[in-house]
Protein backbone atom coordinates (compact mmCIF):
# COMPACT_ATOMS: atom_id res chain seq x y z
CA UNK A 1 0.00 0.00 0.00
CA UNK A 2 0.85 3.66 -0.43
CA UNK A 3 1.02 6.91 1.46
CA UNK A 4 1.52 10.23 1.27
CA UNK A 5 2.48 12.81 4.11
CA UNK A 6 2.47 16.59 3.23
CA UNK A 7 4.20 17.64 6.00
CA UNK A 8 2.83 21.44 6.61
CA UNK A 9 -0.76 21.46 6.97
CA UNK A 10 -0.84 25.71 6.39
CA UNK A 11 2.19 27.99 4.91
CA UNK A 12 1.94 31.37 4.73
CA UNK A 13 3.80 33.36 2.73
CA UNK A 14 4.31 37.37 1.76
CA UNK A 15 3.01 38.14 -2.36
CA UNK A 16 6.12 37.87 -4.45
CA UNK A 17 8.03 35.63 -1.71
CA UNK A 18 8.95 32.02 -2.95
CA UNK A 19 7.25 29.12 -1.35
CA UNK A 20 7.83 25.25 -1.48
CA UNK A 21 5.29 22.83 -0.41
CA UNK A 22 6.61 19.69 0.83
CA UNK A 23 5.10 15.98 -0.03
CA UNK A 24 6.78 12.99 0.77
CA UNK A 25 5.74 9.33 -0.38
CA UNK A 26 6.26 5.73 -0.05
CA UNK A 27 5.37 2.52 -2.26
CA UNK A 28 6.73 -0.41 -2.85
CA UNK A 29 6.09 -0.29 -6.12
CA UNK A 30 6.39 2.36 -8.54
CA UNK A 31 4.59 5.36 -8.64
CA UNK A 32 3.56 8.41 -10.91
CA UNK A 33 2.85 11.75 -8.50
CA UNK A 34 0.46 14.35 -8.92
CA UNK A 35 -0.06 17.85 -7.43
CA UNK A 36 -3.37 19.32 -7.27
CA UNK A 37 -4.91 22.57 -6.32
CA UNK A 38 -8.60 23.06 -4.50
CA UNK A 39 -10.09 26.89 -4.90
CA UNK A 40 -13.01 27.08 -2.20
CA UNK A 41 -15.71 25.39 -3.21
CA UNK A 42 -14.43 23.99 -6.45
CA UNK A 43 -13.29 20.14 -6.91
CA UNK A 44 -9.45 19.43 -8.31
CA UNK A 45 -7.23 20.50 -10.49
CA UNK A 46 -4.24 19.60 -12.00
CA UNK A 47 -1.08 21.44 -11.62
CA UNK A 48 1.74 18.88 -13.05
CA UNK A 49 2.52 15.09 -12.75
CA UNK A 50 5.52 13.20 -12.68
CA UNK A 51 5.29 10.16 -15.23
CA UNK A 52 9.09 9.40 -16.02
CA UNK A 53 11.69 11.10 -17.69
CA UNK A 54 13.34 14.22 -16.04
CA UNK A 55 12.76 15.00 -12.38
CA UNK A 56 11.58 18.64 -12.74
CA UNK A 57 8.17 19.18 -13.86
CA UNK A 58 6.66 22.27 -14.58
CA UNK A 59 3.09 22.53 -14.60
CA UNK A 60 0.45 25.51 -15.18
CA UNK A 61 0.35 28.80 -13.05
CA UNK A 62 4.38 29.15 -13.24
CA UNK A 63 4.49 26.06 -10.17
CA UNK A 64 7.18 23.07 -10.75
CA UNK A 65 8.11 20.26 -8.72
CA UNK A 66 11.28 18.10 -8.41
CA UNK A 67 10.72 14.27 -8.06
CA UNK A 68 13.25 12.74 -5.65
CA UNK A 69 13.29 8.85 -5.84
CA UNK A 70 16.09 8.72 -2.85
CA UNK A 71 14.24 10.76 -0.54
CA UNK A 72 10.67 8.96 -1.63
CA UNK A 73 10.26 13.32 -2.64
CA UNK A 74 7.66 15.42 -4.19
CA UNK A 75 7.79 18.99 -3.40
CA UNK A 76 6.17 21.71 -4.82
CA UNK A 77 7.65 25.32 -5.54
CA UNK A 78 7.70 28.85 -7.08
CA UNK A 79 9.67 31.41 -7.43
CA UNK A 80 6.94 34.01 -6.59
CA UNK A 81 3.52 33.70 -5.41
CA UNK A 82 0.41 36.21 -5.73
CA UNK A 83 -2.83 36.49 -3.78
CA UNK A 84 -4.63 34.09 -6.68
CA UNK A 85 -2.40 31.17 -5.82
CA UNK A 86 -4.17 31.25 -2.25
CA UNK A 87 -5.74 27.44 -2.32
CA UNK A 88 -5.43 24.37 -0.72
CA UNK A 89 -2.80 21.79 -2.91
CA UNK A 90 -3.24 18.09 -2.32
CA UNK A 91 -0.35 15.87 -3.39
CA UNK A 92 -1.38 12.04 -4.77
CA UNK A 93 0.15 9.23 -5.65
CA UNK A 94 -0.86 6.63 -8.23
CA UNK A 95 0.25 3.24 -7.81
CA UNK A 96 -1.13 -0.60 -8.84
CA UNK A 97 -2.93 -1.66 -5.78
CA UNK A 98 -5.10 -4.74 -5.80
CA UNK A 99 -5.44 -5.38 -9.41
CA UNK A 100 -5.96 -1.62 -10.62
CA UNK A 101 -4.45 1.66 -10.17
CA UNK A 102 -4.70 3.40 -7.35
CA UNK A 103 -4.52 7.21 -5.99
CA UNK A 104 -3.79 8.28 -2.91
CA UNK A 105 -4.21 11.95 -1.59
CA UNK A 106 -2.27 13.60 0.97
CA UNK A 107 -4.45 15.51 4.03
CA UNK A 108 -3.30 18.54 2.09
CA UNK A 109 -1.69 22.47 1.98
CA UNK A 110 -3.24 25.36 2.61
CA UNK A 111 -1.62 28.32 0.74
CA UNK A 112 -2.14 31.87 2.23
CA UNK A 113 -0.92 34.55 0.17
CA UNK A 114 -0.21 37.76 2.44
CA UNK A 115 -0.36 40.77 0.46
CA UNK B 1 -14.24 21.62 -23.88
CA UNK B 2 -14.34 17.87 -22.72
CA UNK B 3 -15.11 18.18 -18.98
CA UNK B 4 -16.83 16.52 -16.15
CA UNK B 5 -20.33 18.15 -14.53
CA UNK B 6 -21.81 17.93 -11.36
CA UNK B 7 -25.21 18.35 -10.74
CA UNK B 8 -26.41 19.97 -8.47
CA UNK B 9 -23.39 22.37 -7.41
CA UNK B 10 -25.52 22.35 -4.31
CA UNK B 11 -27.93 20.19 -2.03
CA UNK B 12 -30.20 20.70 0.76
CA UNK B 13 -31.47 17.30 2.17
CA UNK B 14 -33.23 16.62 5.59
CA UNK B 15 -32.24 13.89 7.77
CA UNK B 16 -33.00 10.59 5.96
CA UNK B 17 -34.40 11.74 3.14
CA UNK B 18 -32.49 10.11 0.10
CA UNK B 19 -31.02 12.41 -2.45
CA UNK B 20 -28.69 11.29 -5.57
CA UNK B 21 -25.73 13.09 -7.06
CA UNK B 22 -25.23 13.19 -10.69
CA UNK B 23 -21.83 13.23 -12.54
CA UNK B 24 -21.38 13.14 -16.24
CA UNK B 25 -18.38 13.43 -18.41
CA UNK B 26 -17.72 14.43 -22.03
CA UNK B 27 -14.01 12.81 -22.16
CA UNK B 28 -15.20 9.31 -22.63
CA UNK B 29 -13.02 8.05 -19.65
CA UNK B 30 -13.56 4.13 -18.49
CA UNK B 31 -13.52 4.92 -14.97
CA UNK B 32 -15.30 7.21 -13.17
CA UNK B 33 -15.33 7.69 -9.12
CA UNK B 34 -16.72 9.39 -6.18
CA UNK B 35 -14.81 10.66 -3.20
CA UNK B 36 -16.23 12.16 -0.15
CA UNK B 37 -14.48 15.32 0.98
CA UNK B 38 -14.99 16.88 4.21
CA UNK B 39 -13.10 20.62 5.76
CA UNK B 40 -9.86 20.35 5.81
CA UNK B 41 -9.48 16.75 4.97
CA UNK B 42 -8.33 14.72 1.85
CA UNK B 43 -10.80 13.63 -0.36
CA UNK B 44 -11.90 10.20 0.48
CA UNK B 45 -12.63 7.36 -2.38
CA UNK B 46 -16.34 6.13 -1.90
CA UNK B 47 -16.40 3.46 -4.92
CA UNK B 48 -15.18 3.24 -8.50
CA UNK B 49 -16.34 2.30 -11.88
CA UNK B 50 -13.81 0.42 -14.25
CA UNK B 51 -16.35 0.17 -17.39
CA UNK B 52 -19.11 -1.72 -15.72
CA UNK B 53 -17.61 -3.45 -13.28
CA UNK B 54 -18.00 -1.54 -9.91
CA UNK B 55 -15.85 -1.46 -6.67
CA UNK B 56 -16.47 -0.50 -3.58
CA UNK B 57 -13.58 0.54 -0.79
CA UNK B 58 -13.93 -1.53 1.91
CA UNK B 59 -15.12 1.11 4.56
CA UNK B 60 -17.80 2.69 2.26
CA UNK B 61 -20.69 3.08 5.13
CA UNK B 62 -24.30 0.60 3.00
CA UNK B 63 -26.06 4.05 2.95
CA UNK B 64 -24.25 4.98 0.25
CA UNK B 65 -24.97 3.26 -3.57
CA UNK B 66 -23.82 4.39 -7.08
CA UNK B 67 -25.54 3.22 -10.52
CA UNK B 68 -23.42 3.87 -13.49
CA UNK B 69 -26.12 3.54 -16.50
CA UNK B 70 -23.73 3.90 -19.40
CA UNK B 71 -20.12 5.36 -20.19
CA UNK B 72 -20.94 9.27 -19.90
CA UNK B 73 -23.13 9.64 -16.57
CA UNK B 74 -22.67 7.73 -12.80
CA UNK B 75 -25.41 8.67 -10.14
CA UNK B 76 -24.40 8.42 -5.96
CA UNK B 77 -26.98 7.34 -4.46
CA UNK B 78 -27.19 8.05 0.20
CA UNK B 79 -30.06 6.02 1.18
CA UNK B 80 -31.04 7.87 4.14
CA UNK B 81 -28.58 10.96 5.12
CA UNK B 82 -26.85 11.46 8.61
CA UNK B 83 -25.71 15.01 9.61
CA UNK B 84 -22.42 13.09 9.02
CA UNK B 85 -22.68 12.79 5.82
CA UNK B 86 -22.63 16.53 4.79
CA UNK B 87 -19.56 17.21 2.68
CA UNK B 88 -18.11 18.14 -0.70
CA UNK B 89 -19.02 15.24 -2.97
CA UNK B 90 -16.49 15.10 -6.10
CA UNK B 91 -16.82 12.96 -8.95
CA UNK B 92 -13.92 12.23 -11.25
CA UNK B 93 -12.68 10.49 -14.47
CA UNK B 94 -9.47 8.70 -15.42
CA UNK B 95 -7.98 6.17 -18.26
CA UNK B 96 -4.80 4.60 -19.10
CA UNK B 97 -2.44 3.06 -16.83
CA UNK B 98 -1.36 6.35 -15.45
CA UNK B 99 -4.89 7.10 -13.64
CA UNK B 100 -4.20 11.01 -14.09
CA UNK B 101 -7.77 11.61 -12.61
CA UNK B 102 -10.10 14.80 -13.90
CA UNK B 103 -12.86 16.45 -11.79
CA UNK B 104 -16.07 17.74 -11.46
CA UNK B 105 -16.48 21.02 -9.59
CA UNK B 106 -18.33 18.92 -6.85
CA UNK B 107 -21.78 19.16 -5.05
CA UNK B 108 -21.51 20.38 -1.46
CA UNK B 109 -24.11 18.30 0.65
CA UNK B 110 -25.86 19.75 3.81
CA UNK B 111 -28.07 18.01 5.57
CA UNK B 112 -31.12 19.67 7.85
Known amino acids: AQSVTQLDSQVPVFEEAPVELRCNYS??????LFWYVQYPNQGLQLLLKYLSGSTLVKGINGFEAEFNKSQTSFHLRKPSVHISDTAEYFC?????????????FGIGTKLQVIP | DAMVIQNPRYQVTQFGKPVTLSCSQTLNHNVMYWYQQKSSQAPKLLFH???????NEADTPDNFQSRRPNTSFCFLDIRSPGLGDAAMYLC???????????FGPGTRLTVL
Open chain 2, 92 to 102: ATSSGEVNEQF
Open chain 2, 49 to 55: YYDKDFN
Open chain 1, 27 to 32: SSVSVY
Open chain 1, 92 to 104: AVSARSGGYQKVT
